[in-house]
Protein backbone atom coordinates (compact mmCIF):
# COMPACT_ATOMS: atom_id res chain seq x y z
CA UNK A 1 0.00 0.00 0.00
CA UNK A 2 1.04 3.65 -0.81
CA UNK A 3 0.33 6.30 1.46
CA UNK A 4 0.79 10.16 -0.51
CA UNK A 5 0.99 12.84 2.59
CA UNK A 6 0.59 16.15 2.36
CA UNK A 7 0.81 17.97 5.50
CA UNK A 8 -0.01 21.49 6.35
CA UNK A 9 2.70 21.33 9.27
CA UNK A 10 6.53 19.70 9.11
CA UNK A 11 9.67 20.65 10.47
CA UNK A 12 12.23 22.59 8.64
CA UNK A 13 15.45 24.20 8.76
CA UNK A 14 13.47 27.16 10.18
CA UNK A 15 11.69 25.12 13.29
CA UNK A 16 13.23 21.58 13.27
CA UNK A 17 9.92 20.86 15.82
CA UNK A 18 7.17 22.43 13.61
CA UNK A 19 4.68 19.50 12.73
CA UNK A 20 7.11 17.46 14.37
CA UNK A 21 4.56 14.98 15.61
CA UNK A 22 3.39 14.72 11.94
CA UNK A 23 6.83 13.50 10.81
CA UNK A 24 7.19 10.97 13.73
CA UNK A 25 3.82 9.18 12.41
CA UNK A 26 4.76 8.81 9.35
CA UNK A 27 7.83 7.10 10.50
CA UNK A 28 6.61 4.85 12.35
CA UNK A 29 3.60 3.74 9.70
CA UNK A 30 7.10 3.03 7.60
CA UNK A 31 8.38 1.44 10.71
CA UNK A 32 6.05 -0.85 12.27
CA UNK A 33 3.63 -1.73 8.93
CA UNK A 34 4.32 -2.65 5.58
CA UNK A 35 3.03 0.70 4.15
CA UNK A 36 5.45 3.00 1.86
CA UNK A 37 4.97 6.48 2.12
CA UNK A 38 5.27 9.51 0.40
CA UNK A 39 5.76 12.96 1.91
CA UNK A 40 5.11 16.57 0.16
CA UNK A 41 7.09 18.95 1.65
CA UNK A 42 6.34 21.97 -0.41
CA UNK A 43 8.27 24.68 2.05
CA UNK A 44 5.91 24.50 5.05
CA UNK A 45 6.89 27.19 7.65
CA UNK A 46 10.36 27.88 5.81
CA UNK A 47 8.95 29.63 2.72
CA UNK A 48 5.77 31.57 4.44
CA UNK A 49 5.49 35.44 4.50
CA UNK A 50 4.85 36.48 7.64
CA UNK A 51 4.28 39.89 7.14
CA UNK A 52 5.60 42.29 4.39
CA UNK A 53 8.28 44.60 5.52
CA UNK A 54 8.32 47.59 3.85
CA UNK A 55 11.19 49.06 5.19
CA UNK A 56 13.48 46.69 3.81
CA UNK A 57 11.66 44.63 0.96
CA UNK A 58 14.78 43.24 -0.57
CA UNK A 59 14.38 41.06 2.78
CA UNK A 60 11.58 39.16 1.03
CA UNK A 61 13.72 38.22 -1.51
CA UNK A 62 15.41 35.64 0.40
CA UNK A 63 12.43 33.67 0.38
CA UNK A 64 12.65 33.33 -3.34
CA UNK A 65 15.65 30.76 -2.76
CA UNK A 66 13.50 28.87 0.65
CA UNK A 67 14.89 25.52 -0.52
CA UNK A 68 15.65 23.16 -3.32
CA UNK A 69 13.97 20.79 -5.06
CA UNK A 70 15.27 17.43 -3.71
CA UNK A 71 14.14 14.08 -2.80
CA UNK A 72 15.49 12.82 0.78
CA UNK A 73 15.25 9.05 1.67
CA UNK A 74 14.24 8.76 5.24
CA UNK A 75 14.46 5.30 5.84
CA UNK A 76 13.10 2.14 2.50
CA UNK A 77 9.48 2.69 2.92
CA UNK A 78 9.49 6.55 3.57
CA UNK A 79 10.25 9.49 1.28
CA UNK A 80 10.42 13.39 1.35
CA UNK A 81 9.74 15.24 -1.76
CA UNK A 82 10.41 18.87 -1.83
CA UNK A 83 9.64 21.61 -4.05
CA UNK A 84 9.57 24.53 -2.44
CA UNK A 85 6.65 27.51 -2.74
CA UNK A 86 6.67 31.04 -0.92
CA UNK A 87 3.13 31.25 0.81
CA UNK A 88 1.45 33.73 2.59
CA UNK A 89 -1.79 34.11 4.26
CA UNK A 90 -4.91 32.85 2.55
CA UNK A 91 -6.66 36.12 3.31
CA UNK A 92 -4.51 37.78 0.66
CA UNK A 93 -4.88 36.69 -2.88
CA UNK A 94 -5.84 32.63 -1.56
CA UNK A 95 -1.77 32.63 -0.47
CA UNK A 96 -1.06 31.27 -3.18
CA UNK A 97 -2.96 27.49 -2.99
CA UNK A 98 -2.91 27.17 -6.70
CA UNK A 99 0.79 27.04 -7.04
CA UNK A 100 1.12 24.94 -4.04
CA UNK A 101 -1.27 22.59 -5.23
CA UNK A 102 0.90 22.53 -8.83
CA UNK A 103 4.25 22.01 -7.01
CA UNK A 104 2.47 18.81 -4.80
CA UNK A 105 0.91 17.20 -8.15
CA UNK A 106 4.48 17.34 -9.21
CA UNK A 107 5.03 15.61 -6.49
CA UNK A 108 2.38 12.94 -6.75
CA UNK A 109 3.43 12.22 -10.15
CA UNK A 110 7.38 11.74 -8.90
CA UNK A 111 6.02 9.63 -5.92
CA UNK A 112 4.45 6.96 -8.28
CA UNK A 113 7.74 6.76 -10.33
CA UNK A 114 9.13 5.42 -6.55
CA UNK A 115 6.15 3.27 -4.99
CA UNK A 116 3.68 3.05 -7.76
CA UNK A 117 0.22 5.28 -8.20
CA UNK A 118 -0.95 6.16 -3.98
CA UNK A 119 -3.60 4.17 -3.06
CA UNK A 120 -4.84 7.02 -0.91
CA UNK A 121 -3.62 10.58 -0.02
CA UNK A 122 -3.43 11.27 3.71
CA UNK A 123 -3.92 15.48 4.63
CA UNK A 124 -2.52 16.50 7.90
CA UNK A 125 -4.83 19.61 9.02
CA UNK A 126 -7.82 20.92 6.72
CA UNK A 127 -5.56 24.06 5.61
CA UNK A 128 -4.03 24.16 3.17
CA UNK A 129 -2.87 20.64 2.65
CA UNK A 130 -6.69 19.25 3.14
CA UNK A 131 -7.98 22.10 0.69
CA UNK A 132 -4.76 20.71 -1.74
CA UNK A 133 -5.74 17.03 -1.26
CA UNK A 134 -9.64 18.06 -1.98
CA UNK A 135 -8.37 19.49 -5.38
CA UNK A 136 -6.16 16.07 -6.18
CA UNK A 137 -8.61 13.83 -4.98
CA UNK A 138 -10.82 14.34 -7.79
CA UNK A 139 -8.69 15.34 -10.57
CA UNK A 140 -6.37 12.04 -9.93
CA UNK A 141 -9.21 10.33 -8.63
CA UNK A 142 -7.12 8.94 -5.34
CA UNK A 143 -9.66 9.38 -2.30
CA UNK A 144 -8.14 11.60 0.15
CA UNK A 145 -8.47 11.28 3.96
CA UNK A 146 -8.32 14.36 6.45
CA UNK A 147 -6.40 14.30 10.29
CA UNK A 148 -7.28 17.20 11.51
CA UNK A 149 -5.04 18.84 14.68
CA UNK A 150 -6.05 22.91 14.71
CA UNK A 151 -6.37 23.61 18.51
CA UNK A 152 -8.80 25.73 19.35
CA UNK A 153 -10.64 24.74 15.95
CA UNK A 154 -10.77 26.51 13.60
CA UNK A 155 -7.83 29.04 14.17
CA UNK A 156 -8.86 32.76 14.39
CA UNK A 157 -8.19 33.72 10.95
CA UNK A 158 -10.29 31.26 9.52
CA UNK A 159 -13.27 32.44 10.88
CA UNK A 160 -15.18 35.58 10.07
CA UNK A 161 -16.89 39.07 12.04
CA UNK A 162 -19.52 37.10 12.24
CA UNK A 163 -18.23 33.65 13.21
CA UNK A 164 -18.40 32.19 9.64
CA UNK A 165 -15.79 29.20 8.80
CA UNK A 166 -14.04 29.96 6.05
CA UNK A 167 -14.53 27.04 2.99
CA UNK A 168 -11.07 26.66 3.11
CA UNK A 169 -11.23 24.57 6.17
CA UNK A 170 -15.09 23.36 5.70
CA UNK A 171 -14.82 21.79 2.54
CA UNK A 172 -12.21 19.82 2.38
CA UNK A 173 -13.47 18.17 6.17
CA UNK A 174 -17.07 17.81 4.34
CA UNK A 175 -15.51 15.85 1.48
CA UNK A 176 -12.95 13.89 2.93
CA UNK A 177 -13.56 9.78 3.10
CA UNK A 178 -12.31 9.84 6.65
CA UNK A 179 -11.79 12.49 8.95
CA UNK A 180 -9.35 11.51 12.08
CA UNK A 181 -9.20 13.74 15.46
CA UNK A 182 -6.67 13.27 18.27
CA UNK A 183 -9.27 13.58 21.09
CA UNK A 184 -12.67 13.06 21.82
CA UNK A 185 -12.57 16.83 22.98
CA UNK A 186 -11.09 18.09 19.05
CA UNK A 187 -13.45 15.24 17.51
CA UNK A 188 -16.63 17.41 19.24
CA UNK A 189 -15.40 20.80 18.20
CA UNK A 190 -15.81 19.09 14.49
CA UNK A 191 -18.68 17.38 14.80
CA UNK A 192 -20.18 20.98 16.52
CA UNK A 193 -19.14 23.46 13.85
CA UNK A 194 -18.92 21.57 10.65
CA UNK A 195 -21.81 18.22 11.42
CA UNK A 196 -19.08 15.90 10.46
CA UNK A 197 -18.10 13.05 12.97
CA UNK A 198 -14.43 11.91 12.96
CA UNK A 199 -12.38 8.71 14.01
CA UNK A 200 -10.26 9.23 17.12
CA UNK A 201 -6.83 8.56 16.05
CA UNK A 202 -4.55 10.03 19.19
CA UNK A 203 -0.37 11.05 18.28
CA UNK A 204 1.61 8.20 19.20
CA UNK A 205 4.25 9.12 21.45
CA UNK A 206 8.00 8.23 20.44
CA UNK A 207 9.44 5.08 22.40
CA UNK A 208 12.20 7.20 23.41
CA UNK A 209 9.83 8.22 26.18
CA UNK A 210 9.09 5.54 27.48
CA UNK A 211 12.94 4.27 28.00
CA UNK A 212 13.50 7.77 29.95
CA UNK A 213 11.32 6.13 32.71
CA UNK A 214 13.60 4.15 33.81
CA UNK A 215 16.15 6.79 35.05
CA UNK A 216 12.92 7.89 37.95
CA UNK A 217 14.33 4.74 39.66
CA UNK A 218 17.57 7.04 40.61
CA UNK A 219 16.89 9.31 43.77
CA UNK A 220 15.41 12.58 43.38
CA UNK A 221 17.66 15.18 43.55
CA UNK A 222 16.47 18.58 45.43
CA UNK A 223 15.14 21.02 44.44
CA UNK A 224 12.40 19.87 43.39
CA UNK A 225 11.99 20.37 39.99
CA UNK A 226 8.57 21.18 38.00
CA UNK A 227 9.20 21.10 33.80
CA UNK A 228 7.59 23.59 31.78
CA UNK A 229 7.29 23.17 27.71
CA UNK A 230 5.95 25.57 25.67
CA UNK A 231 5.92 29.71 25.08
CA UNK A 232 5.59 32.40 26.76
CA UNK A 233 2.08 33.44 25.83
CA UNK A 234 -1.39 33.17 27.02
CA UNK A 235 -2.27 30.44 24.94
CA UNK A 236 0.31 28.06 26.78
CA UNK A 237 -0.91 29.54 30.25
CA UNK A 238 2.57 31.14 31.18
CA UNK A 239 0.84 33.83 32.97
CA UNK A 240 -1.16 31.26 34.89
CA UNK A 241 2.16 29.48 35.65
CA UNK A 242 4.12 32.42 37.09
CA UNK A 243 1.27 33.37 39.36
CA UNK A 244 0.90 29.75 40.45
CA UNK A 245 5.04 29.78 41.09
CA UNK A 246 4.29 33.70 43.19
CA UNK A 247 1.91 31.33 45.23
CA UNK A 248 3.89 28.46 45.96
CA UNK A 249 6.74 30.61 46.85
CA UNK A 250 5.30 31.91 50.31
CA UNK A 251 5.17 28.42 51.64
CA UNK A 252 7.96 26.50 50.30
CA UNK A 253 11.60 28.24 48.20
CA UNK A 254 12.96 24.22 47.70
CA UNK A 255 11.62 24.02 44.01
CA UNK A 256 12.04 25.62 40.79
CA UNK A 257 10.48 25.34 37.25
CA UNK A 258 12.78 24.16 34.24
CA UNK A 259 10.91 26.58 31.16
CA UNK A 260 11.92 25.04 27.49
CA UNK A 261 9.61 26.23 24.16
CA UNK A 262 11.22 29.99 24.07
CA UNK A 263 13.96 32.03 24.29
CA UNK A 264 12.56 35.09 23.61
CA UNK A 265 14.36 36.87 27.44
CA UNK A 266 12.48 40.25 26.96
CA UNK A 267 9.04 38.74 27.49
CA UNK A 268 9.90 36.50 30.15
CA UNK A 269 11.09 39.62 31.84
CA UNK A 270 8.10 41.32 31.05
CA UNK A 271 6.01 38.56 32.54
CA UNK A 272 8.23 37.90 35.57
CA UNK A 273 9.16 40.24 38.15
CA UNK A 274 12.24 39.71 39.78
CA UNK A 275 11.23 37.85 42.95
CA UNK A 276 10.18 35.27 41.01
CA UNK A 277 13.25 34.75 38.44
CA UNK A 278 14.97 32.91 40.84
CA UNK A 279 12.41 30.14 40.89
CA UNK A 280 12.74 29.02 37.06
CA UNK A 281 15.89 28.00 34.76
CA UNK A 282 15.04 29.16 30.87
CA UNK A 283 16.86 26.65 28.64
CA UNK A 284 15.40 27.87 25.32
CA UNK A 285 13.61 25.91 22.25
CA UNK A 286 14.89 22.75 22.57
CA UNK A 287 14.93 20.02 19.80
CA UNK A 288 12.04 17.55 20.19
CA UNK A 289 14.74 14.41 20.08
CA UNK A 290 16.33 16.44 23.26
CA UNK A 291 13.26 16.15 25.41
CA UNK A 292 13.26 12.90 26.77
CA UNK A 293 16.57 13.83 28.28
CA UNK A 294 15.42 17.48 29.76
CA UNK A 295 12.43 15.20 31.26
CA UNK A 296 14.62 12.80 32.89
CA UNK A 297 15.97 15.52 34.86
CA UNK A 298 12.42 17.12 36.59
CA UNK A 299 10.30 15.36 38.72
CA UNK A 300 6.62 16.16 37.27
CA UNK A 301 4.93 18.20 34.71
CA UNK A 302 3.02 21.61 34.91
CA UNK A 303 1.07 21.92 31.94
CA UNK A 304 -1.38 25.22 32.17
CA UNK A 305 -2.07 25.94 28.98
CA UNK A 306 -5.71 27.33 28.03
CA UNK A 307 -6.50 25.30 24.61
CA UNK A 308 -4.91 22.09 24.02
CA UNK A 309 -6.08 19.53 20.84
CA UNK A 310 -4.58 16.43 22.84
CA UNK A 311 -1.75 17.65 24.43
CA UNK A 312 1.35 15.55 23.40
CA UNK A 313 3.69 16.80 25.78
CA UNK A 314 1.47 15.62 28.37
CA UNK A 315 1.87 12.01 26.89
CA UNK A 316 5.19 12.14 26.45
CA UNK A 317 5.46 13.63 30.38
CA UNK A 318 3.44 10.68 31.74
CA UNK A 319 5.42 7.59 29.30
CA UNK A 320 8.29 9.14 31.02
CA UNK A 321 6.93 8.17 34.30
CA UNK A 322 6.29 11.47 35.35
CA UNK A 323 3.41 12.70 37.59
CA UNK A 324 1.87 15.87 35.88
CA UNK A 325 -0.18 19.03 36.66
CA UNK A 326 -2.68 20.06 33.75
CA UNK A 327 -5.39 22.68 33.33
CA UNK A 328 -9.18 21.87 31.74
CA UNK A 329 -7.94 22.59 28.56
CA UNK A 330 -9.71 19.93 26.56
CA UNK A 331 -7.37 16.82 24.94
CA UNK A 332 -5.10 16.69 28.34
CA UNK A 333 -8.42 16.19 30.47
CA UNK A 334 -8.19 12.55 28.52
CA UNK A 335 -4.98 11.55 29.15
CA UNK A 336 -4.56 12.46 33.14
CA UNK A 337 -5.74 9.12 35.21
CA UNK A 338 -5.69 9.90 39.17
CA UNK A 339 -3.20 7.63 39.79
CA UNK A 340 -1.40 10.06 37.32
CA UNK A 341 -1.57 13.39 38.56
CA UNK A 342 -3.85 16.20 38.68
CA UNK A 343 -6.49 18.05 36.48
CA UNK A 344 -7.24 21.47 37.70
CA UNK A 345 -9.23 25.02 36.70
CA UNK A 346 -7.10 27.37 34.84
CA UNK A 347 -6.73 29.50 38.07
CA UNK A 348 -3.16 29.66 39.70
CA UNK A 349 -4.60 29.23 42.99
CA UNK A 350 -5.64 25.45 42.11
CA UNK A 351 -2.53 25.19 39.56
CA UNK A 352 0.01 25.66 42.60
CA UNK A 353 -2.12 24.26 45.21
CA UNK A 354 -1.74 20.63 42.47
CA UNK A 355 1.73 21.89 42.31
CA UNK A 356 1.84 21.85 46.12
CA UNK A 357 0.16 18.04 46.93
CA UNK A 358 2.72 16.75 44.03
CA UNK A 359 5.82 17.62 45.58
CA UNK A 360 4.72 16.68 48.88
CA UNK A 361 3.36 13.37 47.53
CA UNK A 362 5.98 12.33 45.41
CA UNK A 363 6.83 8.73 46.51
CA UNK A 364 2.32 8.07 46.29
CA UNK A 365 3.15 8.04 42.05
CA UNK A 366 4.28 4.81 40.59
CA UNK A 367 6.27 5.92 37.34
CA UNK A 368 6.07 2.47 36.08
CA UNK A 369 2.83 1.82 36.45
CA UNK A 370 2.17 5.62 35.09
CA UNK A 371 4.38 4.23 31.70
CA UNK A 372 3.00 1.32 31.50
CA UNK A 373 -0.79 2.85 31.44
CA UNK A 374 0.54 5.08 28.52
CA UNK A 375 2.16 2.53 26.56
CA UNK A 376 -0.69 0.08 26.57
CA UNK A 377 -2.31 3.47 24.47
CA UNK A 378 -0.03 5.40 22.94
CA UNK A 379 3.17 3.01 22.03
CA UNK A 380 3.47 4.08 18.10
CA UNK A 381 3.14 0.31 17.56
CA UNK A 382 -0.41 0.82 18.72
CA UNK A 383 -1.62 3.71 17.09
CA UNK A 384 -0.18 3.24 14.00
CA UNK A 385 -1.70 -0.29 13.57
CA UNK A 386 -5.42 1.61 14.15
CA UNK A 387 -4.07 4.10 11.49
CA UNK A 388 -3.31 0.75 9.09
CA UNK A 389 -7.00 -0.49 9.73
CA UNK A 390 -8.43 2.77 8.49
CA UNK A 391 -6.54 3.09 5.33
CA UNK A 392 -7.31 -0.84 4.79
CA UNK A 393 -11.13 0.18 5.17
CA UNK A 394 -10.77 2.91 3.11
CA UNK A 395 -9.30 1.43 0.43
CA UNK A 396 -11.52 -1.45 0.33
CA UNK A 397 -14.62 0.66 0.65
CA UNK A 398 -13.67 3.02 -2.52
CA UNK A 399 -12.46 -0.07 -4.27
CA UNK A 400 -8.99 2.29 -5.29
CA UNK A 401 -7.54 -0.79 -6.95
CA UNK A 402 -9.59 0.30 -9.81
CA UNK A 403 -7.15 2.94 -10.24
CA UNK A 404 -4.31 1.28 -10.39
Request: hydrophobic residues 40%; positive net charge.
Given at each position: ?403 N
Open positions: MHIFHIPSWYPSGVNSNFGIFIKEEIEFLSRYTDIYNSVAVWGQERCLIRKISYRNPLSLLSLLKCGKRRIVQENERMVEIHRPVVYWSHRFFSGNIMRITMAVREMVKKAEKLFGKADIIHAHVSYPAGYVAMILSEELKIPFILSEHMGPFPLRNFVDRNGAISDVVTQPIKRAKRVITVSSFLAGEVEKKTGIKSVIIPNPVNEKFFECSIKNKKSRKKPFTFLFVGSFTKDKGFDLLVESVKILSKETDNFTVISAGDKNIKRFHNLVPNSLRKYFKITGIIPHRELPELLSEADALVHPSRFETFGLVVAEALACGKPVVVTKCGGPEELVEPSMGYVVDKKPENISEAMKKIKNNYTLFDPEEISRKIKSKFHPEVVTQKMYELYREVVEETGVNQY
